[in-house]
């Protein structure tokens, strides 16, 4: 059974900084590209930042690019966001999303998913 977690979220003034963790289970991600997705009250799932499996390159939204760093653990089932310079605009439940179907950088190409953590930015 595959289980992805997340971890890390809490509450923060703009301008501070947060590290989102992320851990999955049941099958060997080291080969897979993993992503974080944000969604705030009443709007759609977007995606955040992602990391190929094979080569590990990395891809942002236009809205965190600059200031999020997505990057692998040494455990290689392991994802972490590295958030700097947070705006109110950036609080959402922020998910982490595993097994990449290769076609868009959209929450329908991925299937795994976890339960998603809060990040608060207070102005």
């Known amino acids: 059974q595959v289980q992805v977690v997340e971890s890390g979220g809490g509450s923060v003034q703009a301008g501070g900084s947060l590290r989102l963790s992320c851990a999955a289970s049941?099958?060997?991600?080291?080969?897979?590209?993993m992503a974080w997705f944000r969604q705030a009250p009443g709007k759609d799932r977007e995606f955040v930042a992602g990391?190929?499996?094979?080569?590990?390159?990395?891809n942002y939204a236009d809205s965190v690019k600059g200031r999020f760093t997505i990057s692998r653990g040494n455990a290689k089932n392991t994802v972490y966001l590295q958030m700097n310079s947070l705006k109110p605009e950036d609080m959402a439940v922020y998910y982490c999303?595993?097994?990449?179907?290769?076609?868009?950088?959209?929450?329908?190409?991925?299937?795994?998913w976890g339960q998603g953590t809060q990040v608060t930015v207070s102005s």
């Open positions: 049941g099958r060997t991600f080291s080969e897979y590209t």
């Open positions: 990391v190929r499996g094979s080569g590990g390159t990395t």
């Open positions: 999303a595993a097994w990449w179907d290769g076609t868009s950088w959209t929450s329908a190409a991925f299937k795994y």
